[in-house]
């Protein structure tokens, strides 16, 4: 026997000597001095020593990217052997683990294969600590239990903690490593760069390349270098003895954030761990705060008033090249007349953060390519806005003939990454979403298309079929073979032809790295141009896909819009961005009033002398919550001007033009100045305070963030503590992250970075927000192969009592940790039934005669 909680057996003198001074307590009674013995005992936590029980073996799987190709082969094998040599009271579990740890056989999240088999976590981490520390909880009580670790060795995250861990839940950890893949290898050991640098200030880079052996990797590795995704060059670095570097210079000409990007061109032959060839780091160009100006004009008149203000502005034509990196440095983006299908989706699902965290300026300014026309609608920027961009029903004058095309090919019937459904079921949910948006006087018919084209519904009003073609369009499944484009758009034409209603339009969805048999799809469209009929493309993939060019063809030939879109869970949003962009928006192209609100006095300390008319503007309605400066003289008296306040930052619509077409009135405004500089002022928000500052770090794969403040900041961290919140990779939800006060007017906080995504964060602190990044580690620590970590898991097994299992059925045999079996419950009964007798004989008077 052994008891969990010996301590309380202190108070046994405790009780004697209460016993003794107070003895109207009575406690030296038989009934009662044995209450408070058993009363000692359940605080003790007695258990007995169990025998005969069987093991508990608990396999971790390293499912990591790094261990992938060496531990892969073996596994078959090594989990047979544990599996036919254990004893009839065994019992073995298999937890598969990398970025997380996940119990084989169940469902982690959603994504997994169909059998809950098929780990789908993220597999750039190997965290054993994570996944020691995830079987621990889970290690039943009163039944000996044991951990066998297969993997590489190589943890990214120290093993600090686990041997006290292990020695107190008696529990030993022995493992079996993979080995390492024979042959050569490259890696990018450092990539040295300055993090922050001045405008066109030159600058030093420095790339440190290692072999593996330095008596046979000599010799010349080719390396190409990259600036945003753009090649700048290939170099060759000399290997000598092993080690290589290579120097070059450069310098910045626009402010932002840049990344640069190293990539070991080596032969595959001479290179046998192709993921350590790889590193990436952030340039940030200092400057004052400035906007970033969105357009799609030519020759901005925004551009040309707010410098003339004395704005900071950066203008950019190519949407396409727009990127979060972009966002540093910046405090307001002008979106101006500019569609969401030709931006960056890491861009677009940038802003939201921008915005709600980093405090930053949005405006949205109208147009024919704008608000839900644009493609806006249903995008990540939608929420932000202070209106709705879909239309009304009651205020649609035209009704639209649609033709849903869709792909049932046999890529279709994979899962869609990121979840457990079909890429095909996510495109038929876009069909429906699609249908649900249209109007009860809108038709629509849809085909689904492999080689021929079959058709799921005919051409019907929606109306009361609305529910009849949504189910119908969730039936659709893949059925193999490739998709015959050409087949599709003739049928999809020959069924629009019969509509009554003046609108038609097609939605071809295809994946665009299997789109086949164009056929005479040059004719076909050209006649569907002349009948006023367009043509618009969602492809699943990206634009750099075999036939991306094909469908880019089509949609420009069909006078429609073109999405690539990798991310199949995005489906039913394109889906619905594109069905309001045809069938629930408007551009009012009359002249309408202009009447200005009290609202404007929210955003400008003076009066604003609106102009009398705009040419034309997007119809929209405002958000509950909104405030709108001006509004529409006509039936709609729709916000032509609205804002609010979105978490920590300001966002606006402009619903007229403000250039191109439709603005002539507009330019011709005597206070169009003043307006653009009063909209601009307003969405920068309060400068940032004096006295305080924030400076980030990155030490390998951690990131420390030490802020800094004087006195003057006392009271109003003290009424309210400063908030990092921080978002990772491209689409990263914000989540907070805790401080640590080292010291009066110094806060640190310190996370690890996953891979090599890249960070974004903000710091919020009375009403004003700090932004900082992108930042990430430079190189990936699933790839760096330390030696220390293999050094550190053989310490921790020995401190545990387990060891290397080279023989694996030996395991079975090791020494067992004893198992022992709480006997609290039999001692809270005795103690129930000593009570109640206790209870009883004090009030019957009860008690053994005296002899």
């Given amino acids: 026997m052994r008891f969990a909680s010996p301590e309380w057996f202190l108070m046994i003198p405790l009780l004697l000597a209460m016993g003794w001074f107070w003895r109207g307590l009575k406690l030296g009674k038989p009934l009662r001095a044995l ?32 261990a992938g190709d060496v531990l892969g082969p073996k596994l078959g094998e090594w989990e047979t052997i544990l599996e036919r040599s254990k004893g009839a009271g065994d019992r073995l579990f298999f937890v598969d683990f990398a970025d997380e740890a996940v119990k084989r056989g169940a469902q982690m999240r959603s994504g997994l294969g169909q059998d809950g088999m098929t780990y789908a976590g993220g597999r750039s981490a190997t965290r054993v600590k994570s996944a020691v520390q995830h079987v621990l909880a889970q290690v039943e009580e009163g039944r000996a239990s044991r951990l066998l670790g297969f993997s590489d060795g190589y943890s990214t995250e120290p093993l600090d903690g686990l041997g006290e861990r292990l020695a107190e839940d ?29 405008l066109s200030e030159a600058f030093l880079a420095e790339v440190v390349v290692l072999g593996s052996s330095s008596s046979s990797v000599d010799g010349v590795v080719p390396v ?9 060059g290939r170099r060759d670095v000399e290997m000598v003895n092993g080690v290589g570097r290579l120097r070059f210079t450069d310098r910045l000409g626009a402010a932002g954030a840049f990344r640069y990007e190293v990539r070991l061109m080596a032969d595959r032959e001479r290179d046998a761990h192709p993921g350590n060839n790889f590193a990436a780091q952030w340039v940030e160009v200092q400057g004052g705060p400035r906007v970033v100006l969105a357009t799609g004009y030519a020759d901005d008149p925004m551009a040309t008033v707010l410098r003339a203000q004395g704005f900071e502005v950066t203008v950019v034509t190519e949407i396409g090249a727009l990127g979060v990196g972009m966002l540093s440095g910046t405090k307001v983006v002008i979106l101006n007349n500019v569609p969401a299908y030709e931006m960056k989706a890491e861009f677009v699902k940038g802003l939201d953060f921008f915005v709600n965290e980093q405090g930053g300026g949005l405006v949205m300014i109208g147009g024919k390519r704008s608000f839900a026309a644009g493609g806006w609608f249903g995008s990540p920027v939608e929420p932000l806005l202070p209106v709705s961009m879909e239309l009304k029903q009651e205020h649609r004058k035209l009704a639209v003939a649609m033709a849903i095309v869709m792909d049932r090919s046999g890529s279709m019937a994979m899962t869609a990454p990121g979840t457990s459904l079909l890429k095909m079921q996510l495109a038929n949910e876009g069909a429906a979403r699609a249908i649900e948006l249209l109007g009860d ?22 109306g009361k079929n609305r529910g009849t073609l949504q189910n119908a369009a969730r039936r659709v499944q893949s059925m193999g073979g490739g998709i015959f484009v050409y087949q599709g758009l003739k049928a999809a034409w020959a069924e629009l032809k019969k509509a009554p209603v003046g609108q038609r339009h097609i939605i071809l969805f295809a994946d665009a790295a299997d789109a086949e048999e164009p056929g005479e799809y040059v004719q076909l469209l050209a006649e569907m141009k002349r009948e006023k009929a367009t043509v618009s493309v969602i492809g699943l993939g990206s634009d750099k896909d075999a036939d991306a060019a094909f469908l880019e063809d089509v949609a420009k030939r069909g006078e429609g819009r073109i999405f690539f879109n990798a991310n199949a869970g995005e489906l039913p949003a394109l889906f619905a961005q594109e069905t309001v962009a045809v069938a629930r928006s408007a551009f009012v192209e009359e002249p309408v009033e202009v009447k200005g609100t009290p609202g404007w006095m929210e955003m400008a300390a003076g009066s604003m002398n609106w102009l009398p008319q705009a040419d034309g503007y997007n119809l929209s309605y405002l958000r509950p919550g909104a405030t709108q400066a001006a509004v529409s003289g006509d039936e709609y008296a ?18 007229f033009p403000l250039g191109g077409e439709f603005s002539a009135k507009t330019r011709g405004w005597e206070g169009y100045g003043g307006f653009a500089q009063s909209l ?37 961290i003290s009424a309210a503590g400063p908030e990092l919140v921080l978002a990772q990779g491209e689409a990263g939800e914000a989540r907070k992250v805790a401080w640590e006060r080292l010291e009066p007017g110094h806060f640190r906080a310190v996370m690890e970075v996953k891979g090599t995504d890249f960070v974004r964060g903000a710091v919020q602190v009375g009403g004003v927000a700090f932004p900082f990044g992108p930042v990430n580690a430079v190189t990936n620590p699933e790839w760096s192969f330390d030696k220390s970590r293999i050094k550190e898991l053989r310490e921790l097994s020995a401190r545990s009592g387990g060891g290397e299992r080279v023989d694996l059925s030996d395991v079975w045999h090791a020494p067992r940790p004893p198992a022992w079996r709480e006997v609290r419950a039999w001692l809270l009964m005795a103690l129930l039934g000593v009570l109640l007798l206790e209870a009883w004989q004090t009030r019957t008077g009860w008690g053994l005669r005296r002899g």
Wanted: glycine share 8%; charged share 25%; aromatic share 8%.
């Fill in 441 to 462: 006087n809108d038709m629509v018919t849809i085909f689904a298309v492999d080689s021929t084209a079959h058709q799921v519904t005919p051409l019907v009003a929606v």
């Fill in 35 to 66: 209450c408070l013995l058993l009363v000692v005992l359940l605080l003790a936590q007695p258990q007995m020593r169990r025998f005969g029980d069987g093991l508990d073996l608990w396999v971790l799987v390293d499912r990591s990217e790094s």
């Fill in 170 to 198: 008696e529990v030993a950890l022995d493992y079996r490593l993979a080995g390492e893949m024979a042959g050569e290898d490259f890696r990018v050991a450092s990539f040295l760069l300055p993090r922050r640098v001045q």
């Fill in 224 to 232: 190409e270098l990259m600036r945003n995704g753009v090649s700048i």
């Fill in 680 to 716: 601009t002022r307003w969405l920068m928000g309060e400068k940032e305070p004096p006295g305080m500052g924030l400076r980030t770090t990155m030490e390998g794969s951690k990131l420390r963030a030490d802020l800094f403040f004087d006195e003057s900041w006392n009271e109003r």
């Fill in 638 to 655: 729709a916000p032509l001007v609205a804002f609010w306040q979105r978490g920590a930052g300001r966002v606006a619509s402009v619903s």
